[in-house]
Every structure is written in C-alpha cells, then in structure tokens.
C-alpha cells in the first residue's frame, strides 16, 4: 500500500505537498467481481510481453552477442558491456553506481532487459535511440571511455562479419551498435503474468488480491504498459521529496 487516505481514493484524486493532483484509476469503481473483470480492468493499464521469437540468434544477433561480452570494447580491455549490465542479475548489477575503466559514475546501472519495449534511452530519455545510447557509451567518460578515434580499430576484428550479416553496408561504427541492439532487443523476460493478461494461466487469489491494491491505489498511473513503466519521464516529487543533488532530466532540460 502507498498510504493513500480513503476519502481521496473514494474521489479518484490526490495531491501531497502542493505537487500536481495524481488521478488514482480505478478509485471510483465498484471492487472486482469476478477474474473476468480484473483481467479486463488490467488490460486497459497493462499489457502482456511477447512470447519469445522461436530459433536461435541471426548472424547480426550473434555478432551484438560477441561484442556485449568483449571487453577490447572499452579504454582499459577489461570491462565488458556485461561487466555491468549483468546478465546474471536482471542484465544491471547491485551496486549503487558503477565505476568503468574513466571516471567513476554517479548513477545506478539501467537493466538491459526488455528494451524491445523501450521509447526513451538512458536516465534522463537523452538519446533517440537504443543504438544511438550504445555508441555513445562506447567513448562516454563514465562508461566504456574508448577515444573516438580508436573506436573503429577496436572493431576491426568484426569488420567481415558484421559487413557480411547487414548486405554489404559500409564498415562504420553503426554497425556495431545496431548489431548489439539486434542482440539485446531479444533479451525478454515474459513469466506467468503476461501468459494470464494473454488469456493463458491463472493467477492465484492472493496474486489477484495483489493487482487488484495495485490497480486501485494507482500504483499503474507510472508503472503501466508492457514492462511495468519507464515509459515516460515524471516529477520525482509526487509522493514526497527526492533529496538528492541530482536534477535528473531537469539539469538537461533547465526544467
């Protein structure tokens, strides 16, 4: 439960500290009846992951897979894109923030899973796209820190591999980070709830009880969509203060 009082539960709108009023969904409809009209109720807030693509990796696939685990990628060769972005531990790690081979870094590390359904890249949405995000981690000062100049020759040894699997494109630095991209864009994690939003499965009660506090407290007001958020950029200051020197998306935008 988040606290909500429940006369503002019962009026659908709630307001802490003088942030922006936060629609709660559901608030003022009639509790579940029946499986049926939860899974209903769901499906308008959530939606289910798809099934994994059956075979195994594409040639450009295969090749993302060899460069995320290479750790010539980076300014000392020993740190991998898997170095942190553990596939062992939900494609992030467990520390607070991530120290590459340049400076040390201030955030913690994004999970790599999932991304299929991603719209915006990086903490603070500042890259257009997934492959956009990964070529420019590889010369980030807080990341793989490779010079810019250097880049292409770290690559050389998948210059006949990767112009083979994309039809003869030019050798560019692109084509790196599209085929990691291709590589990660695979890595999805579909379970037993997104076989019930499907129509497959059952939950149990107390996992119906479960959604059900999670649809009527407005929890998918920000965690909605296929992955459960990080489809959008919001206030941190809906339900208390962040205290924190970092400004977020603000210190990109002055906003």
């Keep these: 439960r988040i606290g909500l009082p429940q006369p503002a539960l019962r009026r659908g709108l709630v307001q802490f500290d003088g942030a922006p009023p936060v629609h709660v969904p559901g608030a003022d409809r009639k509790p579940f009846v029946t499986v049926t009209d939860l899974k209903t109720d769901a499906r308008n807030w959530l939606s ?8 195994g990796l594409s040639r450009s696939e295969e090749i993302g897979r060899q460069l995320f685990h290479d ?3 980076s300014a000392d060769g020993k740190t991998s894109c898997d170095s942190c972005h553990d596939l062992s531990k939900t494609g992030a790690n467990d520390e607070v923030t991530s120290d590459g081979p340049g400076k040390d870094g201030f955030r913690n590390v994004p999970s790599v899973l999932n ?19 990964i070529c420019a981690s590889l010369t980030s ?8 100049d250097d880049v292409l020759d770290v690559l050389e040894p998948y210059e006949e591999g990767l112009v083979a699997a994309f ?5 560019e630095v692109s084509l790196a980070c599209e085929a990691i ?9 579909p379970g037993r709830f997104d076989a019930w939003l499907a129509g497959r499965g059952e939950l149990t009660e107390l996992e119906q009880q ?14 909605g969509g296929p992955v459960l958020g990080g489809h959008d950029v919001r206030k941190s200051l809906v339900f208390g203060v962040y205290d924190d020197d970092d400004g977020g998306i603000g210190d990109r935008t002055g906003s």
């Design 141 to 148: 000062e807080y990341e793989m820190a490779l010079d810019e």
């Design 181 to 189: 991209g291709m590589y990660l864009k695979r890595l999805e994690t």
């Design 115 to 133: 991304l299929r359904y991603a719209n915006m890249y990086g903490w603070t949405g500042q890259h257009p796209s997934l492959e956009a995000a």
């Design 210 to 223: 479960g959604l059900t506090q999670f649809l009527e407290h407005g929890c998918v007001t920000c965690h």
């Design 48 to 55: 289910a992951l798809n099934s994994p693509r059956p075979g």
């Design 71 to 73: 750790p010539a990628l």
């Design 167 to 171: 039809g003869g494109r030019s050798f």
